[in-house]
Every structure is written in structure tokens, then in C-alpha cells.
């Protein structure tokens, strides 16, 4: 019977001080994928940016990591966009991303200094370029095109016409030539290529291969007939991570190789050139480096279901109610002891779905006050929390070399009432 450590610190030492549940992240471990990711998406061909996709995971400590690693950042949001200021971002590594940006959140990226904005159509193109003469602002464009290759975790699909909400389809080259034109009238936005995002975890390289080709020809099609000429091209996110046992994602360092090698190869084959390729992964630098610890609470029978309650659920961890998302857990304490039963992992929550593990196998006798943990819940766990049911957000701690530091504190009863008022509004 053992103690799971993380970033070598003992897990109960982090629930006895911080109390659960709490989020543990093992701050090597970010930075190893942070690493490999500038290590291997290198191509002697053209420049590379990492650029993290920030709505996975995002804070002051979280920045700091990315700024270290020189990697660049994703914003989707207004408040995104604070958060990474607010970090130490600097603004010209900052893409900000989003199908429905605001005119406010334009202006505020054009007013922070914001390096470039990812533009979904042409009604947003016209504001941004409106905008940024009005301020006499430079900002550097890009277009989110759906390249019609769809990702399903295993296979791709070729959707023709694509019903995806983001982005101009491939197919609509006249539309896209117009925005290109639009973007290339002022003379403070500077078009400088194409973005796409096929999807989430992804395991294999086959649908980034597939997509790769696809936006490579377009451009060099777009530059034979419709003479426009572009320098950068995002591939977009979604490389997949180990959440259970039926994950096998690739390494970072065969992914980028795969990626890189193509993205040469069709380069060559279509006789264009590119000053610059970035991707976007978001889970996974920060989904493997977290963890989630709970304390079980009761337990119940009921029909052939055994149940743990835990002190959290989906208010820390929505996944699994909202799309089905699977996870591995051990008890945290009893590191190395026999699977010998089958549970259900239930929350407090009051929703039936609040079940963050259906049949998962576990050391028998589970008793009250174990530390549960669950895994790779690094991504999307803090950044989709709430605080339903009037369970403040769960805090979030680094761990590195047997130390651990709070980086967000929990949210107490004061925070839930903080934002209460009696506001007369002046209409
Ligand atoms: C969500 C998103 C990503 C990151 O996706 P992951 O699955 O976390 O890697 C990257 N780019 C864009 C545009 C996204 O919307």
C-alpha cells in the first residue's frame, strides 16, 4: 500500500492542506510536452510556432510556463485575452480565435497590441478593418477555412459541403478570394494565410495528413487563379491524449515528424513556399499533467451498480456529462493494491449524470475518507468548472520537485454572493 505522489509530493500531504476536491498538476510534465513540441515541429523549410490553445487550461502560472517555453498562445475570448496580458503574454504571440468576436473584443485586441486575429468571414473582416484605420493599428489576419476533412478520432471523413460552424468551407474559394481582397484594401491589416482545426483528440496522423494536403493544394490553387499570396498556414489542434487505457495517442515526436515531412513534401509537390506553419495543441500540454483528488464520501448499492460518492463532480469535471468523456482513477492511498471490484464513481451534484466513472475497477473496501484521483483531467476540467449547486471552483495546485504552490485559490462562500447588487439600471 503506497501513496501516489505528484511532481514528488505526497497527494495526501496536498488534500490535507489544500482540501478536496483540487486539482494537482505535474508541472514537469507540461513543460516536457512544451519541450518536445518546439523540439520536433522544426522544418528546415520554414519557420514553426506552438501556439497552446488556452481555453484547455489557462492562468498567471499556466502563461508563465509558456512564456519560458517561448511558445505562443490561443485566446478565444475577451477575457482569454486578459488572462494572457494579464500573464505576460506578449501580445504580438497572441492568435485570438472565434466565430462571433465582438466589435468591443476587436477593439480590445487592437488597443492590447494582440499580434493576430483568426478571422471567421467577411462581415468580420470589413469591422476589423474599420477598426484598426480608425486606430491607426497594424494587426496581422488569417482566415479559418473548414478544409471538409473531419476528423472522427479514428478515420476522417470528406464532407463536401461542411455544416461546421467555424470558418469559410474550402469550397467557397470566390468568397474567400473576396475576403482575402477585403483584408488586402487596408493598409493596417496585413492577410498573412490560412487556419484550420479539424477536431479533438485525434490519435492518429492520418486526418492531419489528409487535411495538410488539402489546405496546401487550396493555397497554391487560390495563388495560380485567384492570384493571392500567403505566408503563414495553422493547422489548428486536437492532438489526442491518453485518458484510459484505450487511448493510444502517437508521441509528440512522431506526430510532428509525420506532420512535418508532409507538410514539406506537398510544399514541394505543388512548388509553393510557406514562411511559416504553426500548430495548436491545448490538451495536450495540459491534459496529462492534471490531476483531480476527491475524498470519498458514502457509498450505496443499488440493483448491480455499486456507487463511491466523491466531494466533487461535474462542477469540477463536466466531460463526462457532457459528451461521454471516459477517465482512469486509482485510490490515491492505496497506490498498488489488488482491482477487485466494480464501481460507479458518482458526484455530489444534483443531475443523475453527475457520474464522473461508469464501472470502473477498484481495491475492495473502499472506505470513507480514501483520496480518489483521477486522471489527465488537466484539459478542459478547470476551464469548463462552474460552480452549480453553490459549490465554489476547486482550486488548482502546481507540483514540481517535492514543492507544491496554490496557483488558484478555492472559491469561497464570499466569492459565490461577491457579484450580488441592488443596481438601479439608469434606462
Ligand atoms: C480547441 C482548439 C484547439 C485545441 O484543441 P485540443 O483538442 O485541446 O488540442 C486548437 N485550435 C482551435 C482553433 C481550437 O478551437
Not at 492542506?17 to 498538476?25: D, E, H, N, S
Not at 485567384?226 to 489526442?240: A, H, T
Not at 508521441?251 to 507538410?263: A, F, N, Q, T
Not at 514540481?400 to 496554490?406: H, L, M
Amino acid at each position: 500500500m503506497s501513496i501516489l505522489e505528484i511532481g514528488g509530493v505526497p497527494v495526501d500531504r496536498i488534500a490535507e492542506k489544500c482540501g478536496t476536491p483540487v486539482y494537482v498538476f505535474d508541472e514537469a510534465k507540461i513543460e516536457k510536452q512544451l519541450a518536445d513540441y518546439k523540439r520536433y515541429f522544426v522544418s528546415d523549410m520554414f519557420d514553426t510556432d506552438i501556439v497552446y490553445a488556452s481555453k484547455a487550461f489557462t492562468c498567471r502560472a499556466m502563461i508563465q510556463k509558456l512564456v519560458e517555453a517561448g511558445a505562443c498562445i490561443d485566446v478565444v475570448s475577451g477575457g482569454e485575452l486578459f488572462i494572457a496580458e494579464q500573464g505576460g503574454m506578449p501580445m504580438e504571440n497572441v492568435y485570438f480565435h472565434g466565430n462571433n468576436k465582438t466589435g468591443e473584443e476587436l477593439e480590445q485586441a487592437l488597443d492590447a497590441g494582440v499580434g493576430t486575429i483568426v478571422l471567421d468571414n467577411l462581415t468580420e473582416c470589413g469591422i476589423l478593418a474599420d477598426l484598426a484605420e480608425h486606430k491607426r493599428k497594424r494587426i496581422n489576419a488569417m482566415l479559418r477555412i473548414n478544409p471538409g476533412v473531419e476528423a472522427h478520432t479514428h478515420e476522417y471523413i470528406m464532407t463536401g459541403g461542411s455544416n461546421s460552424k467555424f470558418g469559410i468551407s474550402i469550397n467557397e474559394k470566390d468568397a474567400i478570394a473576396e475576403l482575402v481582397k477585403r483584408a488586402g484594401e487596408s493598409e493596417y491589416v496585413d492577410f498573412k494565410g490560412f487556419h484550420s482545426h479539424i477536431g479533438s483528440q485525434i490519435f492518429e496522423d492520418t486526418a492531419f495528413m489528409k487535411a495538410t494536403e488539402v489546405l496546401i493544394s487550396f493555397y497554391a490553387e487560390m495563388e495560380r487563379e485567384y492570384g493571392i499570396s500567403c505566408s503563414w498556414l495553422s493547422l489548428g489542434g486536437g492532438f489526442g491524449i491518453r485518458y484510459t487505457d484505450a487511448d493510444k495517442p502517437m508521441s509528440v515526436e512522431d506526430m510532428c515528424r509525420s506532420l512535418i515531412g508532409k507538410c514539406e513534401d506537398v510544399l514541394k509537390k505543388e512548388g509553393v513556399s510557406m514562411e511559416k506553419i504553426m500548430i495548436e495543441p491545448g490538451r495536450s500540454i495540459a491534459g496529462e499533467a492534471g490531476y483531480t483528488l476527491y475524498t470519498v464520501g458514502y457509498q450505496k448499492t443499488a440493483g448491480d451498480r455499486h456507487y463511491i460518492f466523491v466531494d466533487g463532480g461535474m462542477g469540477d469535471n463536466i466531460r463526462p456529462a457532457l459528451y461521454q468523456a471516459e477517465y482512469d482513477a486509482d485510490i490515491a492511498n492505496r497506490m498498488g493494491e489488488e482491482k477487485e471490484e466494480e464501481y460507479y464513481v458518482a458526484g455530489k451534484y444534483c443531475e443523475s449524470g453527475d457520474i464522473l466513472i461508469k464501472q470502473i475497477m477498484l481495491p475492495k473496501k473502499i472506505e470513507k475518507g480514501d483520496l480518489l484521483v483521477i486522471y489527465s483531467t488537466g484539459a478542459y476540467g478547470y476551464s469548463m468548472a462552474s460552480c452549480y449547486n453553490g459549490i465554489g471552483r476547486a482550486p488548482v495546485v502546481f507540483a514540481k520537485d517535492g514543492k507544491a504552490r496554490t496557483v488558484l485559490k478555492r472559491e469561497t462562500y464570499r466569492d459565490l454572493v461577491r457579484l450580488e447588487t441592488d443596481e438601479e439600471v439608469n434606462i
